[in-house]
């Protein structure tokens, strides 16, 4: 089959690349462009680890054609620091023990900034909902949801 021209936005910046047609967005961001920090858990969307947003929505990157996201803006955790300083949920994570092998990591910080732009104050319940479509083999929860709830406090200034 003939490899396809894709044209998208990634993290801000106007990117292109050739991929096969039935190629995942997964291994197209990490094989093809260098993002590295989605992760391929389970490959079958039930996981998370490979989360980005793409066009304001969270998706699972290894169900999504790299060929769909033709003409789409893509956000992955690369896009979440400004310069050498670190996203304040980047930040939260770190200081508060949130991660330990860091698989699901990187796709529960995109689905945490992505809620955290549409709600700046959320609840426990909220965050644990909008959450709930990555899994978490190794920390629980309750670090993460503390995590993003400082983090959430500190964007808000609180």
């Known amino acids: 089959m003939k490899n396809i021209h894709v044209s998208t936005v990634l993290n801000g910046d106007e990117t292109e690349f050739v991929c096969a047609p039935e190629e995942t967005l997964l291994d197209a961001l990490r094989g093809r462009l260098g993002m590295t920090g989605a992760k391929e858990g389970c490959g079958t969307g039930d996981c998370g680890a490979c989360t980005v947003e793409m066009d304001g929505r969270l998706v699972c990157s290894c169900l ?78 309750d670090k993460i949801i503390k995590a993003v709830q400082i983090a959430a406090a500190d964007m808000r200034g609180a």
């Open 64 to 141: 999504v054609l790299g060929a769909e996201a033709e003409g789409a803006e893509i956000k992955t955790v690369e896009g979440m620091a400004v310069g050498e300083g670190l996203h304040p949920l980047q930040q939260a994570f770190i200081d508060h023990a949130a991660l330990q092998c860091g698989i699901c990591t990187p796709g529960i910080l995109v689905a945490a900034k992505t809620l955290l732009e549409r709600n700046p104050d959320p609840t426990d319940t909220e965050v644990r909902y909008w959450l709930a479509g990555n899994l978490c083999r190794c920390t629980g929860y």
